[in-house]
């Protein structure tokens, strides 16, 4: 199956990174829903306070739930596709809250919503307008475990009921694994004329179901490429602007700062610095 496939060949991260700790973790979905969900993620407790966190172009989409114990409710809101990277408000509450959040490729999210995606791009809805039933469902439910793992089996089960695989088409999906296969430096009429479609009903399509034209979601995917071998300190500038086919370096670190804000070895600071305080706090 062409998206087992492409699940197996592309793990996306947030701006968090490889980062895992009580205050940030992911929690792997099973293997029938993992074609489809990209991870569930959340905070091990609940806090008082939450410090503004940098949000990057992760080529997914994030339904989050956030559960008020202090005045016990549920809201949400629903993140789609992003483009930029940015950096979310300080919030400061004497309210005790636990985040949740169910994090979708881009391209599997319409297996879920009730609604399309066009003209969401870097947008921030009420989960009303996208995952009613679902954030119906699933928010009161929310408060019955205390612990992470055990929401996102709530979530799973919840998910596993309304997965409408029928709405993909697997022309499309021959046409996200083109992108990531060859890491994001095809041409979008190439990739289109092998798919058996034209340029222009390929981005409808994509508009549709992801929010994103094929040529901005084929750099969002070449990011993602790059940035893991970042993290992962496998990334030499001058190997990269050859595999990933850019002009030269300059193009590189451009494309790299547009999506993340920083250069490669910013970010490498930036992610150490935040461990180290990480590993303070714990303390």
Request: charged letters at 25%; hydrophobic letters at 40%; one cysteine or more.
């Given at each position: 199956?062409?998206?087992?496939?492409?699940?197996?060949?592309?793990?996306?991260?947030?701006?968090?990174?490889l980062?895992?700790d009580?205050?940030?973790?992911?929690?792997?979905?099973?293997?029938?829903l993992?074609?489809?969900?990209?991870?569930?993620?959340g905070?091990?407790?609940?806090?008082?306070?939450?410090?503004g966190?940098?949000?990057?172009?992760?080529?997914?989409?994030?339904?989050?739930?956030?559960?008020?114990?202090?005045?016990?409710?549920?809201?949400?809101?629903?993140?789609?596709?992003?483009?930029?990277?940015?950096?979310?408000p300080?919030?400061?509450?004497?309210?005790?809250?636990?985040s949740?959040?169910?994090?979708?490729?881009?391209?599997t999210?319409?297996?879920?919503?009730?609604?399309?995606?066009?003209?969401?791009?870097?947008?921030?809805?009420?989960?009303?307008?996208?995952?009613?039933?679902?954030?119906?469902?699933?928010?009161?439910?929310?408060?019955?475990p205390?612990?992470?793992?055990?929401?996102?089996?709530?979530?799973?089960?919840?998910?596993?009921r309304?997965?409408?695989?029928?709405?993909?088409?697997?022309?499309?999906?021959?046409?996200?694994?083109?992108?990531?296969?060859?890491?994001?430096?095809?041409?979008?009429g190439?990739?289109?004329?092998?798919?058996?479609?034209?340029?222009?009903?390929?981005?409808?399509?994509?508009l549709?179901?992801?929010?994103?034209?094929?040529?901005?979601?084929?750099?969002?995917?070449?990011?993602?490429?790059?940035?893991?071998?970042?993290?992962?300190?496998?990334?030499?500038?001058?190997?990269?602007?050859?595999?990933?086919?850019?002009?030269?370096?300059?193009?590189?670190?451009?494309?790299?700062?547009?999506?993340?804000?920083?250069?490669?070895g910013?970010?490498?600071?930036?992610?150490?610095?935040?461990?180290?305080?990480?590993?303070?706090?714990?303390?």
């Amino acid at each position: 199956m062409q998206l087992e496939r492409i699940a197996r060949l592309y793990v996306p991260l947030s701006a968090q990174g490889l980062r895992s700790d009580a205050e940030y973790a992911e929690i792997a979905p099973s293997p029938a829903l993992a074609p489809y969900v990209r991870c569930f993620w959340g905070s091990l407790y609940a806090r008082r306070s939450c410090g503004g966190s940098r949000v990057i172009p992760d080529s997914c989409m994030d339904l989050i739930f956030e559960v008020n114990y202090t005045k016990n409710r549920v809201t949400g809101r629903f993140c789609a596709l992003d483009d930029a990277a940015y950096v979310t408000p300080e919030r400061s509450s004497e309210d005790l809250v636990a985040s949740f959040g169910i994090r979708f490729y881009a391209w599997t999210a319409a297996c879920f919503a009730e609604a399309d995606f066009r003209d969401a791009l870097g947008r921030v809805f009420d989960p009303e307008e996208h995952f009613s039933s679902l954030f119906h469902a699933l928010s009161p439910r929310l408060f019955e475990p205390d612990d992470l793992v055990a929401r996102a089996r709530l979530a799973e089960a919840e998910l596993m009921r309304r997965l409408r695989p029928d709405r993909l088409a697997s022309a499309l999906l021959n046409v996200i694994y083109g992108m990531i296969s060859g890491c994001g430096r095809e041409k979008v009429g190439e990739i289109a004329a092998r798919a058996g479609m034209s340029g222009r009903h390929l981005e409808r399509i994509m508009l549709r179901l992801t929010g994103a034209g094929p040529k901005l979601l084929a750099q969002l995917i070449r990011h993602q490429l790059i940035y893991r071998e970042v993290l992962e300190g496998r990334f030499r500038a001058l190997d990269a602007v050859e595999k990933y086919g850019y002009a030269d370096q300059s193009h590189l670190l451009r494309d790299f700062r547009r999506f993340q804000g920083v250069l490669p070895g910013e970010l490498l600071w930036k992610n150490n610095e935040s461990c180290r305080i990480s590993s303070i706090h714990e303390e």
